[in-house]
Nanobody, 125 residues
Framework: QVQLVESGGGSVQAERSLRLSCAASGSIALRNCMGWFRQTPGKEREWVAAIGTNSGMTAYADSVKGRFTISQDNAKNTLYLQMNSLKPEDTAMYYC??????????????????WGQGTQVTVSS
């Protein structure tokens, strides 16, 4: 099993930055692909970014490319999402996810086995 706990959300003004963290526990073999998603009420969950934990491959949604950076600290078993130049439309609950398979890790439609509880990000104009 894998447990994921997100932190770092908050309320910020537009153009500011936030860094989200996702503390992972459980077998590292079950976390070969990790991703960040976001969701606002009444809308479908949106894929934001993904990273292959062995290859270091990263992928981003067009809406965040150039502003957000996904990274990992394997020693700390922590996944990060650095969010710069935040926009009001980035307001959402952000979720961390993990999956044992690295296949299709860069695919926004990939399904993940493990999910965190989420951390809220609110960006005001």
């Amino acid at each position: 099993q894998v447990q994921l706990v997100e932190s770092g959300g908050g309320s910020v003004q537009a153009e500011r930055s936030l860094r989200l963290s996702c503390a992972a526990s459980g077998s590292i073999a079950l976390r070969n692909c990790m991703g960040w998603f976001r969701q606002t009420p009444g809308k479908e969950r949106e894929w934001v970014a993904a990273i292959g934990t062995n290859s270091g491959m990263t992928a981003y949604a067009d809406s965040v490319k150039g502003r957000f950076t996904i990274s990992q600290d394997n020693a700390k078993n922590t996944l990060y999402l650095q969010m710069n130049s935040l926009k009001p439309e980035d307001t959402a609950m952000y979720y961390c996810a993990a999956d044992p398979s690295h296949i299709r890790c860069a695919d926004p439609g990939k399904e993940y086995n493990y999910w965190g509880q989420g951390t809220q990000v609110t960006v005001s104009s």
